[in-house]
């Protein structure tokens, strides 16, 4: 039902944004979602399920999960980041760079949920994840539309990203300490 719903949030979503925004702005991100799409999988590297599945796991297990994605994160974020005039240069469009910059640096943090989403599903936290599922989506859409709204263009694509990231954080953690 949650991921129903968080479907829903954003296509509801894309739908009015789109209406604040012109195709080119869409385009301008689309450019770099592949890319970003390819470094996101990398980043996970199954470490989140090697927690979920392992039989028997120490929370030193766990621990050093944590810490190898977070490095794997910010060299993946430091790779693209470096890559970002390449980017640039391949679609001939240089606020690319500016765009890759920002949604890499997306990278470690939203690399930081994975081993806490991992403990909710071992632990077969239903609710919380439901809610780590939709309320971050619902909280992205209202920036999106607030940014598309002022007139963003763009980046209030970005700035769904960024607060759908930012918020799933929060969240998270304010799980982990109920």
């Known amino acids: 039902i949650s991921q129903g719903c968080r479907a829903v949030i954003k296509l509801a979503g894309q739908i009015v944004i789109a ?74 469009e240089p606020r690319t760079i500016r765009v890759t910059l920002v949604l890499a640096a997306l990278l470690p943090v939203s690399g930081l949920a994975v081993q806490p989403m991992a403990l909710l599903t071992r632990h077969m936290r239903f609710v919380a994840l439901a809610v780590l599922d939709v309320v971050p989506s619902g909280l992205a859409l209202l920036v999106g539309l607030a940014a598309a709204w002022y007139g963003w263009a763009y980046w209030s694509l970005i700035a769904f990203a960024i607060a759908e990231t930012l918020a799933g954080v929060a969240i998270w953690t304010l799980v982990a300490v109920l």
């Open 19 to 92: 209406r604040l925004l012109v195709p080119a702005d869409y385009g301008l991100v689309a450019m770099v979602a592949p890319i970003l799409s390819l470094v996101y999988l990398m980043g996970e590297l199954g470490l989140g399920q090697a927690v979920i599945f392992e039989p028997e796991i120490t929370p030193r297990d766990v621990s050093a999960l944590f810490w190898f994605g977070l490095l794997l994160n910010t060299a993946l974020a430091g790779s693209l980041a470096l890559l970002s005039p390449a980017i640039a240069w391949l679609y001939h």
